[in-house]
């Protein structure tokens, strides 16, 4: 599970950062300065989070 939670906080910094535009990689993506995904990043980042803490206990 906590190897599950890493993916899935990575992931979801990874698309806060396209989201932001702050990532620019990869420079085909459509995601991009699209707000959204920055929002769909930080979700996945906090279900990361949890399923980390989850692991741990």
């Not at 890493?6 to 420079?27: D, R, Y």
């Not at 707000?35 to 989850?54: D, F, K």
Request: avoid cysteine; proline fraction near 2%; charge should be positive.
């Amino acid at each position: 599970m906590r190897i599950l939670g890493t993916l899935a906080f990575l992931i979801g910094l990874l698309w806060i950062g396209q989201g932001t535009g702050i990532v620019a990689w990869p420079q085909s993506s459509f995601m991009i300065s699209q707000m959204q995904w920055a929002y769909y990043g930080a979700a996945l980042a906090v279900v990361g989070l949890i399923l980390i803490w989850r692991g741990w206990r």
